[in-house]
């Protein structure tokens, strides 16, 4: 990995780290709106993001109760999620359309999130895949024309492959 690659995701592990501690009131438990989840769609704009983001989720997941439950669970879901989605979007144009797809595999993978609360919190499964997929749509949909906006300003693509102004 590139100098330039690898501190551009330090710095999107940073960013992912602080937004869910600045907020970590909410960010974790049965019922979470993890407002870093919306970082998730700069694959959307390039696969060489994952390694920043996933970072981001581990390194938060320190601070959870369930820590031991989170670092297999939540980061799992964080690799799991953004690989699959890495490898449906290349076929796709439409830059809402696999921002969509992003939500979806969230959405689906929370699943996993709902096994985790129950093997350690006890929470009845459909409670917790309701309560965790309400928190991750809700996010992800607030997320998307976010992400998408800032994309015309911050070039997310070209920033981290070194092209163009942010060069």
């Known amino acids: 990995m590139k ?4 501190m551009i ?15 970590s009131f909410m960010s974790y438990g049965a019922v979470q709106f993890r407002v870093a989840e919306m970082l998730n769609y700069l694959v959307v704009f390039n696969k060489k993001y994952i390694p920043g ?3 981001g ?14 670092m297999i669970f939540g980061v799992g879901q964080s690799l799991i999620s953004l690989v699959l989605a ?3 979007i290349k076929y796709l144009n439409n830059t809402w359309l696999k921002m969509s797809v992003v939500l979806v595999l969230f959405a689906l ?11 350690a919190l006890e929470v009845p499964f459909w409670a917790g895949y309701t309560s965790v997929v309400i928190g991750e749509v809700t996010v992800l949909l607030v997320g998307m ?14 920033r981290i ?5 942010f060069a």
């Open 57 to 70: 989720v581990l390194i938060s997941n320190l601070g959870s109760p369930i820590i031991q439950y989170d």
């Open 109 to 119: 993978s929370s699943t996993l999130i709902a096994w985790e609360l129950l093997l």
């Open 53 to 55: 983001i996933v970072a």
């Open 86 to 88: 890495v490898m449906i």
């Open 9 to 23: 995701n330090a710095t999107i592990a940073t960013i992912y780290v602080v937004i869910t501690l600045a907020l």
């Open 3 to 6: 100098t330039k690659t690898l």
């Open 161 to 165: 492959e070194g092209k163009g102004v």
């Open 145 to 158: 024309p976010i992400m998408k906006n800032l994309d015309k300003v911050l070039h997310f693509s070209d």
